[in-house]
């Protein structure tokens, strides 16, 4: 597969939602409709969706009917090029009792991960512009509403630090009656009460409303977007690629080689991670996150959270302190460095070797909200504004 070949991939996918999201003013040349049907629903129906290398938009049906719909416009291109992509993907839709099953895939099949390819390219330029100024700044506190702000405008920044990366210019105005495009919608309305059962593998799929139906997802190599997300029932496994959402309130999270996990408020969830990058703007009440070897930032915490639990093993722990509010901070483990406020370091090692040990206790036991860290072979920096690197 040649190097131009991966990166017109990527761009498609990549691009794809940041260009439905902003059409053009004028009429477009052709539209073709690759499908478009709608499937009704009642309680017990499951939608099963089975996507690859696209890209989708999800919003809240207003009748109990599920539709889909997916159009692509061209303006100003050859026929020769429109017919090579209305045949790039396979789509079919269909209805069997209470399933209703929807696939997308590519006609011929892509042998490499278009999000490794990204990666590779994110981190030699990332890599590029840390040799250039390898100072080591300190990092500020993140307030909630800056947070949510990255979150929407992710995809956006997303695409332009990958056209940066591969030296692409970002056209402004972004579109002209004589330039040559390509605009694809896949729009999908799910009513409230379908169990969406999802497997992504390289695509990018971004729901617009909030939403608490019933989710069993299955995401590789991929990108998945939230307004607010929540159901105790929920089951997400996810491996290599990004997670955003403003809310996530419930539900089993599974996180592998995730290179972003932002989270704007976190609440009545379980994370199960390894190898992850997480950012959570606010802890609720009732988290417990499991983690081997990642890098966490958590920069607030709400009025009353109550208990926040951390079970992790060689993770990075970064923790501004909870503000105004009355709390009880304990660590338990051994072999893990402490950075205090003041920039004093420690480290706690047990007399019985890798026997857990009380290392850190900050507030007082009998105040309302706790927060307890269970660690080993860790790092954990602690911040009230900033946390300085400087160690």
């Known amino acids: 597969m040649t190097t131009l070949f991966k990166i017109t991939s990527l761009m ?9 999201q902003n059409s053009p003013d004028f009429e477009m040349d052709e ?34 009917n599920v539709y889909i719909e997916y159009t692509k416009e061209f303006n100003n291109t050859g026929k020769k090029r429109i017919k090579r992509q209305l045949e790039f993907l396979e789509v079919a839709g269909k209805k069997q009792g209470n399933k209703i099953t929807y696939s997308v895939k590519p006609k011929n099949e892509i042998r490499y991960s278009v999000y490794n390819f990204e990666d590779l ?12 100024d390898s100072t080591i700044k300190p990092v500020i506190r993140k307030s909630l509403d800056s947070i949510f702000q990255e979150i929407r405008v992710s995809d ?17 105005p972004r579109y002209k009656k004589n330039m040559q495009f390509t605009i694809s919608k896949m729009i999908i309305k799910i009513p409230k009460n379908v169990h ?59 996180f592998a080689n995730v290179r972003q996990i932002l989270i704007g408020k976190l ?26 070897n990642s890098k966490f930032w958590f920069y607030n915490f709400s009025k009353d959270f109550v208990s926040f639990n ?67 072979h860790g790092i954990i920096r602690f911040g009230e504004d900033f946390i300085d690197f400087g160690e």
């Open 31 to 64: 539209k073709h409709t690759i499908y478009k049907e709608s499937f009704s629903t009642n309680d017990n129906t499951t939608l099963v969706l089975n996507l690859k290398s696209t890209a989708a938009q999800v919003y809240e049906s207003t009748d109990n």
């Open 12 to 20: 498609l996918i990549t691009s794809a939602l940041v260009n439905a």
């Open 196 to 254: 969406v059962r999802a497997t992504l593998e390289n695509s990018n799929l971004v729901f617009f409303d909030d939403f608490n139906n019933r989710a069993t997802m299955n995401i590789r190599n991929s990108k998945l977007r939230f307004k607010k997300v929540g159901n105790p029932l929920n089951i997400v496994d996810m491996d290599n690629g990004y997670f955003r959402a403003l809310e996530v309130n419930t539900g089993k999270y599974s």
């Open 156 to 172: 956006l920044v997303y695409r332009n630090k990958l056209y940066g990366a591969l030296k692409i210019k970002v056209r402004s």
């Open 267 to 292: 609440s009545n969830t379980y994370i199960n991670s390894e190898f992850a990058n997480a950012e959570i703007g606010e802890i609720g009440q009732g988290n417990k996150i499991l983690d081997f």
């Open 121 to 132: 390219v994110l981190e030699r330029a990332e890599k590029k512009e840390f040799l250039k």
């Open 310 to 376: 951390l079970n992790t093993d060689y993770t990075e722990i970064n923790l501004f302190n909870p503000k105004d509010k009355n709390y009880y901070l304990e660590t338990f483990g051994y072999d893990t460095v402490h950075y205090w406020n003041d920039g004093i370091s420690g480290e706690v090692k047990s007399d019985i070797p890798n026997e857990s040990v009380k290392m850190l206790v900050i507030g007082k036991e009998s105040n309302p909200n706790k927060i307890q860290i269970n660690t080993t």
